[in-house]
């Protein structure tokens, strides 16, 4: 699947079949669902629910638990928007090399 084709699924009430729990989780928060996607993330023992649970941290404003996240996921927290950090990681998971 390609950005565009993940973005135009969010005009749907679910996400797409077949994606992963971390893109699951990316596509509820651009839904402006935070905490549907922080349940998912906490579910995900991997360096990418790790990165995902991250960013979800750092977008709520708790950058000290953000920062505890971005180390278990061995990422340094980005200095980038939110908007870009949500595009790049999405890209990662879509094309299967996250950050």
Known sequence: MKMDEFKATLNGQHPPPGVTASLAAMWYDAKGEW???????????????????????????????AQYWYNRAGQPMPGLSLEQEWEDIVQGFLSGKPM
């Open 35 to 65: 905490e549907q996607a922080h349940t998912i993330a906490q579910d995900i023992p991997t360096s990418e629910g790790s990165l995902v649970h991250a960013y979800l941290h750092r977008k709520e404003g708790d950058k000290w638990n």
